[in-house]
């Protein structure tokens, strides 16, 4: 399976602050995903990074909040714009694809927001 | 569409019980599926998957049988230990590669 990481693990933040996530895996993949898991729910996908174009957004996300970047096969961020305490959750990357098995997401470790 | 039903916890067991997480998926097509395992403080593992019907997949001693007649994915481990204490999560993968999540279960394993 890939090895993912992510940047920041952790963090806490100010109100109206942003934040910037990284996302990097150990080989080229051609699905990358960004996820919020907030307190004791499941999965909500966000949205779908795409390499070289403008990220997919699902139901109830936009670009000005959520800004995406993919640049390459192995890197993406996600920003989280002018938080507010209701941003607090774990934001989670995941891939597919190319060097991994095509049907099966792996998932990064997840970096924990806390925005007071 | 697609979703996935998972059975709700929390799940509190002795250690060496027996464990059965319920899973019933509604899907177009033949979707993979999946159990992923979060445990605390950390992000989600692949824990096994099966990709067709009767399809056993199994790892760490947790075995889940895909159904297609009742639409189930039912996890289970004849004997559970404290170090299985975790969040578990029912998945499948619909067109283009998007995930269905369940709800998660939570499992604490007591000595």
């Known amino acids: 399976s890939a090895v993912i990481s992510q940047k920041p693990s952790r963090d806490i933040c100010q109100r109206g602050t942003s934040l910037t996530i990284q996302c990097q895996v150990d080989?080229?993949?051609?699905?990358m995903f960004w996820y919020r898991q907030q307190p004791g729910q499941s999965l909500t996908l966000i949205a779908t990074a795409n390499q070289g174009s403008e990220a997919t957004y699902e139901s109830g996300f936009v670009i000005d909040k959520f800004p995406i970047s993919r640049p390459n096969l192995t890197f993406s961020t996600l920003t989280v714009s002018n938080m507010s305490p209701e941003d607090s959750s774990i934001y989670l990357c995941?891939?597919?694809?190319?060097?991994?098995?095509?049907?099966?997401?792996?998932f990064g470790p997840g970096t924990r927001l806390t925005v007071l | 569409g697609n979703s996935v039903t998972q059975m709700e916890g929390p799940v509190t067991l002795s250690e060496e019980a027996f464990l059965t997480i319920n899973c019933t998926y509604t899907a177009t097509g033949y979707p993979s599926l999946f159990w992923y395992v979060q445990y605390p403080g950390e992000g989600l593992q692949l824990l096994l998957k099966a990709t067709k019907a009767d399809d056993k997949g199994s790892n760490k001693g947790f075995e889940a049988t895909y159904r297609k007649e009742t639409t189930s994915f039912h996890l289970e481990k004849g004997s559970v230990q404290v170090s299985d204490s975790a969040v578990y999560f029912c998945?499948?993968?619909?067109?283009?590669?998007?995930?269905?999540f369940g709800t998660g279960t939570s499992l604490t394993v007591i000595p």
């Open positions: 080989s080229q993949v051609t699905m």
């Open positions: 998945a499948l993968s619909g067109p283009g590669n998007q995930f269905y």
């Open positions: 995941s891939v597919v694809g190319r060097g991994v098995r095509t049907d099966t997401q792996y």
